[in-house]
């Protein structure tokens, strides 16, 4: 996995990163001590509106019928200064208790995270999509959403970045079973992410010309 501080790669058995120090209490002092019920849908920030958030939902619960063993998540919110998204990903899929996922565990889900205030996005998965998913796939899955967001259309954004999902994970899917049957522990890490940049979120802003799709690189 890699670090989500200083995003060097480490191992998954680590405890804490050896060249930063980081570990899951730092990311504990930042978002929370206790484990935190939520659900998978949690518009913290207020996006969207009741009929977009349904729209939504129903992309993600979509993807769970789709892929049962699966769950996606979606969270928005505005970090405080020194926080950050990957963190925050991280955090999210070892404490936060998904009320909605049946049971599933953490290590099975997909996490969205938005920051409304810097305007990024990130994406996090556990460590069950480890064989299924990298950074490139969840890079791909935000510049599809990108379009979208940067007119502030969060909800249609976010459906079109779980219908690529979807897409990539039923590829994977199928490569992993004509490929070999190396046992799937051999491969498991923990967790990795990606970041990019969500854009402007008004069309005044697209308009000026300084929302060019290069920003969507972000922190990989
Ligand atoms: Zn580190």
Known sequence: MKCPRCVQKI????????????????????????????????DRAGLMRLGERRRVQAAMDRFSESFP??????????????????ILGFWLLNRAVFEDVHGLSNDAGIALVIDVERKMAGISFGYQLDLYLDEEDTFQCLCKAYP???????????????????KILR?????????????????????????????????????????????????R
């Open 11 to 42: 191992h998954r058995g680590a405890e804490s990163c050896p060249r930063c120090g980081f570990s899951l209490a730092h990311a504990d002092e930042q978002f929370g001590m206790v484990k935190k019920e939520m659900p998978s849908l949690a």
């Open 148 to 166: 979208y967001w940067l007119e502030g259309k969060y909800d249609f954004g976010i459906v079109a970045l779980i219908s690529l999902m979807e």
């Open 171 to 219: 590829r994977k899917c199928a490569q992993a079973q004509r490929g070999s049957r190396k046992s799937a522990q051999e491969r498991m890490t923990l967790q990795r992410q990606s970041v990019a940049r969500t854009g402007p979120s008004s069309i005044e802003q697209i308009s000026d010309g300084d929302a060019s799709t290069e920003e969507e690189e972000g922190i």
């Open 69 to 86: 063993g699966l769950f996606f998540t979606v969270y928005t919110g505005t970090l405080r200064k020194g926080e950050s998204l990957r």
